[in-house]
């Protein structure tokens, strides 16, 4: 504990005080999710980038995105990494964070199924159905109601039920829902026995539209400025490197979670880059406020951190 | 057993410790519990249980894929514990419970006496305090995150802190309330001053009902400090319970919530041996309730 | 002192402490913490009664039919636990176990087991409301006065009649007692099990508003919390004067019936 005091002392000093750059390592924290699609961050720290740089990063634990933001706005992390629709809603609630890189975009890694052997074939028989969501008013149900729309289905007979992710896949083989939305590694884990009613729920906005960016505390990167260009810059490498090898994003996600290799191997991976995907942001912002998930838009100026 | 006939005496141990068994209307002391009677039979109930989940399992009454067979948890359970970080997931919602509680004994037992001392201010203070223990400490961890973050020991610490100062508080000042005016008199005709009276009558008097409340308090407090890396991440062994889950590997989830439930009993068990060795003199416990 | 002027008294500390919320927080910028008007204003247009069907009242329902389920449930098995000892020794270091497992961690068994919805939040709360009123009412049986016991049996009184006419009321203290404390523990079991695997419900609202960032609702959702609990807790101690006035050990000095 007297370490934690210490280095809260560290770089709490750090975070008050303007960055000459010049110190050996700057201690940086980034908050997240044991998800793989948070895996770019660590593939960069694997390979060195962060070091080089002059930061020593420290990738701590946390289990849901809106207890990042509070992290954040308490200045326990310096980074954090939270879907789009979270942080939409922190800026509309006026908390003073910006997005600074891209986390992770969707690439089939989360999809609508249902079971192989139900009647549930089509778009068009979730009509009255029962369908569990890892998370309510999100991009996620934007997206699939956007396609259920247009598919003719009346959403207004739909159920959607709050399940905890990892419960899903549970809750779908057991018949407590009739469609979930599942994640990886719970598409592997089912083998045949689920089938994709809606294989690419993000369709509406965009190509490969960008679920989860990661965010910074305004005023902390406005008085740090250069730790934070340096820090993107070692990030956004280790997301270039993430995007074209993906033995090295299982190594990485074997170090921080429990999914075994052969899981990991057959495993769809979310997509990794530098491109912050500004474009698929107002589309999904759109999507979301068009629902009345978000109560007002959010500007792509508003959203994203201008250094 | 029927000479001691203590009006307090029932009420006094709001709990008492069950797992140590021992008999107290026949006369057996503990010593006259065979091998089998204390750990044999215990251990064969438990060894149903899991045979039952087994069987349950096996045959598709529980879906196994979610609910893997105790064997299955069994084989990740001691893969399991061969890892060192887990080891230090346990050390970390130890620590700080440990802190938490060690905080909620030095706040909550000097409140609890003066508190209890007077009437007016236990009048003034109790419907308040009945109150606010009433709001679940977890309804409190999102104000905690922002203040203390997760990414250290102090949320943990704090949320068990939460959880184990309200027992603590509220049976000390029952315990000082609780005194027998008879011996209180005693004292007072024997010229003892206030001090000394405090601390040779009133201090012990309470002192079974501090020992309850610190015993309600670890073992709340050793809940809320789980719940705390469960709920908010950080390093404790609930946050492994959720890395387990959110890695799809159901028996390794199960296997850790064992973990988690084997080391609340090894706390529980020491806490009671603790209680009875230090109060071994008080009535309650001479009269082999434990 | 009355009745009355006691409940004055009691009623100062509050009213002082909301007053000093209510003026420190007036010019709060801070997002996490509104002015304690906005939250009051939040409180009173969310429970009266925008909210009130959909979330307050079907948590209540949970939250008492876990409390009822729990609260019998627990003096059944903790009268035979009190009177058995053999079956306490082979039944503890099973419930000890479950005893320590927090209510989070057991959430997706109970999904498992029962879906979403009434039964699993009920058994999810039946279940923290069980260990105190276990352990309590264990208590209470055993540490009932063997006088008592010998004079009813040279009475020639009946087992149930013992039971219920001389163990469960000399129980009684310390049975309600383990009540006071189950109303805690199942009203956070009620929290949690909305938390996550649900759609609507009181946890879920103060776990939704969070994570939207809509604080007053947050705060004006943990007042409720507060609320329900401090009158579930009056309500258990006016049933605590009615039945128990008469108890010997448990009227005057020793309010060690509250003893947890």
Not at chain 2, 148 to 157: D, F, H, K, N, S
Request: aromatic letters at 10%; charged letters at 15%; a positive charge.
């Amino acid at each position: 504990m007297k370490t934690s005091w210490l280095a809260g002392i560290a770089f709490a000093l750090l975070s008050v005080s303007p960055n000459s750059g010049a110190s050996a390592a700057d201690a940086v924290v980034f908050g997240t999710v044991p998800i793989a699609g948070t895996a770019a961050a660590r593939v960069g720290k694997d390979a060195g980038y962060f070091e080089k740089a002059g930061i020593g990063l420290e990738i701590a634990n946390a289990v849901q995105f809106a207890n990042i933001v509070a992290d954040i706005m308490a200045g326990t992390y310096n980074f954090g990494t939270v879907s789009v629709g979270t942080a939409a809603q922190a800026i509309i609630e006026g908390l003073p964070i910006k997005i600074v890189a891209n986390t992770y975009h969707s690439a089939g890694e989360q999809r609508l199924m249902a079971l192989s052997s139900g009647p549930i074939k089509t778009i068009a028989d979730l009509k009255g159905k029962r369908i569990g969501l890892g998370g309510l008013n999100n991009n996620f149900q934007a997206g699939i109601i956007a396609q259920m729309k247009e598919a003719g289905v009346d959403t207004s007979t739909v159920t959607f039920t709050l399940i905890s992710p990892p419960d899903l896949p549970a809750s779908l083989r057991n018949g407590v829902v009739e469609a979930a939305q599942i994640n990886e590694p719970g598409i592997v884990g089912a083998g045949d026995k689920f089938k994709a009613v809606i294989p690419e729920p993000f369709k509406p906005f965009g190509e490969n539209p960008c679920n989860n960016y990661v965010i910074v505390r305004t005023n902390w990167a406005d008085r740090n400025k250069e730790l934070v260009k340096r820090f993107l810059t070692a990030y956004n490498r280790g997301a270039e490197l993430a995007a074209t090898d993906k033995s090295l994003v299982v190594k990485a996600v074997m170090s921080f979670s429990e999914i075994p290799k052969e899981t990991l191997e057959k495993m769809t991976m979310p997509g990794f880059g530098s491109d912050l995907r500004k474009e698929s942001f107002k589309a999904t912002v759109q999507g979301m406020y068009d629902l009345r998930f978000l109560k007002r838009i959010v500007t792509v100026d508003e959203a994203f951190w201008a250094p | 057993m029927g000479s001691d006939v203590p009006v307090h005496g029932s009420s006094q141990k709001a709990e008492a410790p069950l797992v140590t068994g021992g008999t107290q209307r026949i006369s057996r002391s503990r010593a006259g519990l065979t091998w089998w009677q204390r750990f044999g039979e215990p251990a064969l109930v438990v060894l149903c249980v899991i045979g039952g989940w087994e069987l349950l399992t096996r045959t598709g009454v529980l879906p196994a894929q979610d609910l893997p067979p105790a064997t299955v948890i069994g084989a990740a359970f001691i893969g399991d514990i061969q890892q060192l970080r887990v080891w230090e997931a346990l050390g970390a919602t130890l620590a700080s419970w440990a802190i938490g509680l060690a905080a909620s004994i030095i706040v909550g037992i000097p409140a609890g006496l003066l508190l209890g001392s007077s009437r007016l201010s236990y009048l003034l203070f109790q419907p308040s305090l009945e109150f606010i223990r009433t709001i679940p400490s977890i309804a409190a961890l999102p104000l905690l995150i922002l203040l203390l973050g997760t990414r250290g020991l102090e949320l943990a610490a704090a949320m068990t802190f939460l959880g184990a100062v309200w027992p603590i508080v509220i049976q000390t000042m029952y315990g000082v309330r609780d005194l027998d005016p008879t011996t209180m008199d005693a004292g007072r005709a024997y010229g003892l001053s206030r001090l000394q009276l405090f601390t040779r009558i009133v201090l012990p008097s309470a002192l079974p009902y501090i020992a309850t409340g610190l015993r309600l308090g670890a073992v709340v407090g050793l809940l809320l400090s789980v719940a705390a890396s469960l709920i908010a991440g950080g390093k404790g062994i609930g946050f492994l319970i959720v890395n387990a889950s959110f890695s799809g590997v159901p028996e390794l989830v199960y296997a850790r919530i064992v973990l988690t439930g084997i080391m609340g009993l090894g706390v529980t068990l020491t806490l009671v041996a603790i209680e009875s060795r230090l109060l071994f003199w008080h009535a309650s416990h001479r009269r082999a309730v434990t | 002192m009355t009745r009355l002027g006691q409940a004055g008294i009691g009623i100062v500390v509050p009213v002082v402490f909301f007053s000093l919320w209510w003026v420190l927080s007036e010019g709060s910028t801070s997002p996490y913490f509104p002015p304690l008007r906005r939250t009051l204003a939040a409180f009173l247009e969310i429970w009266f009664f925008s909210r009130f069907f959909t979330d307050l009242l079907p948590s209540v329902g949970h939250f008492l039919s876990g409390l009822a389920i729990g609260v019998v449930a627990g003096v059944v098995v903790g009268t035979l636990m009190g009177l058995l000892p053999r079956f306490s020794r082979d039944v503890s270091p099973m419930t000890e176990f479950v005893r320590a497992i927090p209510t989070a961690a057991l959430v997706p068994l109970g999904l498992i087991l029962f879906g979403t919805g009434f039964v699993m939040e009920t058994f999810l709360i039946s279940l923290a409301v069980f260990f105190p009123i276990l352990v309590s009412t264990t208590a209470g049986v055993r540490g009932v006065d063997p006088v008592y016991l010998e004079v009813a049996r040279s009475y020639g009184l009946s087992f149930a009649d013992r039971l219920w006419h001389v163990i469960i009321p000399a129980a009684a203290p310390q049975i309600l007692a383990g009540c006071r404390v189950a109303i805690a523990f199942g009203l956070a079991a009620t929290v949690i099990a909305n938390m996550v695997a649900s759609g609507s419900g009181l946890g879920f609202f103060i776990v939704d508003a969070q994570t939207s960032f809509r604080l007053p609702d947050m705060w004006a959702g943990l007042i409720m919390i507060g609320l329900l609990g401090y009158l579930a807790n009056t309500a258990f101690v006016l049933v605590e004067h009615r039945l128990l006035g008469w108890h010997r050990g448990w009227r005057g000095a020793t309010q060690a019936a509250r003893a947890a």
